[in-house]
């Protein structure tokens, strides 16, 4: 399906750009899309777990960019549902639009958030921890408080559902140059990054599934999930690192 030019970072941001610039689509699209998907990946993982619908107690920790508006966006869905949600935003003056106007729906819909990283001692009274702090961007050591929220989510005992990426991972090599997060699942969003094969990416990254997020067929490889916003576990044989 994918062969390792696909899973670049660079080829993986310009199929965001195009879509936007050449297609008109809205990047609150593209994050809509991305958020259901990783919503319902969630429940599964809930219901896999016991927890029975919509009774779920769950934890998301966001970060300062499109990783932590998809989080904002997914806290949405997974309310409506009836699940208990209590958000860590990490960087509350981020100027990202659409993270900004995600968060902003969430504050109006009386969602619970705080607005610092969790002592190290804290423990997360959840079933889940969705880890939406860093994305592809990331290639260098994470800082502070960014930081000190993956090393409080690597301390906890609940599940954790990474993002795109586990937090700390670099997107193109599946190094983790600092502090990283080590997930059950990853829902990777439209095509997986290569670095969720390469070094530390498997262990990082627990069961990988894929989710569409709108994106023009033109633009994404023979194969690839078009629609709907829908995760499904990535094949074994769908990325060949040696290609």
Same mark, same amino acid.
Request: hydrophobic share 35%.
């Given at each position: 399906?994918? @062969? =390792? +030019?696909? /899973?670049? !970072?660079?080829? &993986?941001?310009?199929?965001?750009?195009?879509?936007?610039?050449?297609?008109?689509? #809205?990047?609150?699209?593209?994050?809509?899309?991305?958020?259901?998907?990783?919503?319902?990946?969630?429940?599964?993982?809930?219901?896999?777990?016991?927890?029975?619908?919509?009774?779920?107690?769950?934890?998301?920790?966001?970060?300062?960019?499109?990783?932590?508006?998809?989080?904002?966006?997914?806290?949405?869905?997974?309310?409506?549902?009836?699940?208990?949600?209590?958000?860590?935003?990490?960087?509350?003056?981020?100027?990202?639009?659409?993270?900004?106007? @995600? =968060? +902003?729906? /969430?504050? !109006?819909?009386? &969602?619970?958030?705080?607005?610092?990283?969790?002592?190290?001692?804290?423990?997360? #009274?959840?079933?889940?921890?969705?880890?939406?702090?860093?994305?592809?961007?990331?290639?260098?050591?994470?800082?502070?408080?960014?930081?000190?929220?993956?090393?409080?989510?690597?301390?906890?005992?609940?599940?954790?559902?990474?993002?795109?990426?586990?937090?700390?991972?670099?997107?193109?090599?599946?190094?983790?140059?600092?502090?990283?997060?080590?997930?059950?699942?990853?829902?990777?969003?439209?095509?997986?990054?290569?670095?969720?094969?390469?070094?530390?990416?498997?262990?990082?990254?627990?069961?990988?599934? &894929?989710?569409?997020?709108?994106?023009?067929?033109?633009?994404?490889?023979?194969?690839?999930?078009?629609?709907?916003?829908?995760?499904?576990?990535?094949?074994?044989?769908?990325?060949?690192?040696?290609?």
């Amino acid at each position: 399906m994918f @062969n =390792r +030019e696909h /899973c670049t !970072r660079t080829a &993986i941001e310009d199929i965001d750009r195009r879509a936007t610039g050449d297609f008109g689509i #809205p990047g609150l699209i593209l994050m809509e899309h991305a958020s259901i998907g990783i919503a319902r990946r969630a429940e599964q993982m809930l219901a896999d777990s016991g927890v029975a619908s919509g009774m779920g107690r769950i934890t998301i920790c966001c970060g300062p960019g499109g990783n932590g508006g998809d989080g904002f966006a997914s806290a949405r869905h997974l309310a409506s549902l009836g699940h208990s949600i209590h958000l860590i935003d990490l960087t509350p003056t981020s100027a990202h639009p659409d993270r900004r106007t @995600n =968060r +902003e729906i /969430c504050n !109006r819909l009386g &969602i619970q958030m705080q607005h610092h990283a969790p002592e190290p001692t804290e423990t997360a #009274p959840s079933d889940l921890i969705i880890d939406a702090i860093l994305g592809s961007g990331m290639n260098s050591p994470p800082r502070e408080p960014l930081s000190n929220c993956i090393d409080w989510i690597e301390q906890q005992e609940e599940l954790v559902l990474s993002v795109d990426l586990p937090s700390g991972l670099v997107a193109d090599s599946g190094e983790t140059p600092g502090a990283a997060v080590t997930a059950n699942s990853t829902v990777a969003l439209c095509i997986p990054h290569m670095g969720l094969l390469l070094n530390e990416g498997p262990a990082r990254a627990g069961e990988v599934w &894929i989710c569409p997020i709108g994106a023009p067929r033109t633009l994404l490889p023979r194969g690839a999930p078009i629609f709907p916003p829908e995760p499904h576990p990535l094949p074994s044989n769908s990325i060949s690192p040696l290609q």
